[in-house]
């Protein structure tokens, strides 16, 4: 199973996302990409948000977890979403880091209805929506003592 992190950025009732064309059509992404063997969550994503769009950013707990079924195409992935606390610097597409075309802030109100990936627009209209009080604590070692 492939595991992907991102994180999200709101601002002004917008987040921050990566835009894409596929098959003529915009499609948004959440800043973030696959973990590789042995990196901690949170420093993949500031991994990527740094080498993807040249800012370094604050990564608070996780608000969302779901699994996208593999295909013929892709691999079943575990999604990972954490919240963005802060982003320090001026977010820009480094190109020679990502295929994206540009950086988009999409507005939470149109995230129901909005082509994200991965596919959680209608959970993070929600979210917003509720006050962001509905967040997973993030334990970073859940074996701090030990194997028993």
């Known amino acids: 199973m492939r595991v992907r992190v991102s994180a999200v950025f ?28 042995d990196v901690p969550l949170q420093e993949a994503v500031k991994s990527e948000w740094k080498n993807e769009l040249g800012v370094k950013v604050e990564v608070g707990d996780i608000i969302l977890v779901g699994e996208a079924p593999g295909t013929k195409r892709h691999p079943q992935t575990l999604h990972i979403v954490f919240l963005a606390t802060e ?29 994200l990936y991965p596919d959680v ?28």
């Open 87 to 115: 982003v320090h610097g001026i977010p820009k597409v480094r190109p020679d880091h990502t295929h994206s075309l540009d950086i988009v802030w999409v507005s939470v109100n149109k995230l129901k209805d909005c082509p």
């Open 121 to 148: 627009g209608k959970q993070l209209h929600q979210y917003f929506q509720e006050g962001q009080n509905k967040s997973l604590a993030f334990i970073e070692n859940c074996m701090e003592r030990g194997f028993w």
């Open 10 to 37: 709101e601002q002004a009732n917008e987040i921050l996302c990566m835009k894409y064309v596929y098959g003529g059509k915009d499609v948004f992404a959440l800043p973030g990409g696959g973990v590789d063997r």
